[in-house]
């Protein structure tokens, strides 16, 4: 197989169960990736259109590639957190499923010019979209240790955060932080792993990652965007790999399957608000034991969907959270 092509998607099973019923519809693949995903889609759902986003170009490049015959693929490099935009530019009013599968694609992960892997040595660059400016080399240089100690803490649970930042910033400025094994030797040295890449080091790089490219906030922001352009009965299936991501999606998830209270400036209930969806997973979907004895990244995998079953006071919730039209 092409090391391209080799992708194994996550739960895919799971993703076309969610999207039963709405088969010859529009779909959102808003993380194409090497599209492991829309394939299923294509085979299972008989789309009438696939729009496949990605923020990474090279997903857009090999996606262009592997669906050159098939003419309801539309590609789009870019972010999902602008999928409403893209969807309308299009022509198209709403669609009946959305995928995000978070994070990054095992071929950016595999490439050590990427700087994602702390097991290959590369420069400092992990960037999600690399026709943006900033990488992490970047990123370090206007770090303080106080903000950098958070974001570990916040993004990967990392403990000792503030010892592991304190170092990383100090190593930085005397120079000493020129390529990724630089930060790998850095971790090693405030936990000593014997041997095995030691669990903080995976947590540090997850930190850094989602940092880099301020992946929680467009999470959140390409939630509401799909909100804005799913259809009634349409469906939102979001994977996510770590509990930062999930506590966003479970969030804005419960939030618009629930009714709103509107206050009156005293204090008092004014009005009350129905809920734009159904929640379909008020505990989040695992993967199967056998999926994750067959492929590992599915190991910490997590869905979560919702069905739109009305769009009557999607405005009220948009104004709530300070999203604009
Ligand atoms: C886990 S991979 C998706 C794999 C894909 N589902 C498949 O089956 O091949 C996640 C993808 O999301 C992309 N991505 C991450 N953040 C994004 C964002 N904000 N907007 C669009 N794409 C994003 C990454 O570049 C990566 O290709």
Known sequence: MNNENYHIPVMAKEVINLFKGREKGVFVDATIGAGGHSAFILEFLSPKMIIGIDRDPKAIKICSKKFERETCVKLFHGNYADMDKVVRKLGVQEVDGILIDAGISSFALDDERRGFSFQKDGPLDMRIDTSERKNLGDFLDEMDEHTLAKILKEYGDVVKPYRVAKMIIQRRKEGKIKKISDIVQTVLEVFPSFGRVSDEVRQVFQALRIAVNNEL????????AGLKILSIKGRFVVISFHSGEDRIVKSVFRLVSQPMRLLSPEGLVRDRILPIAKDLTPKPLPP??????????????????????????????????????
């Open 217 to 224: 906030f467009f999470l959140r922001k390409g939630l509401w």
């Open 288 to 325: 199967s034991s056998e999926e994750v004895r067959i492929n590992s990244r599915a190991k910490s995998a997590k869905i979560r969907a919702i069905e739109k079953i009305s769009d009557r006071s999607i405005q009220c919730y948009l104004v709530k959270e300070g999203i604009d039209e």
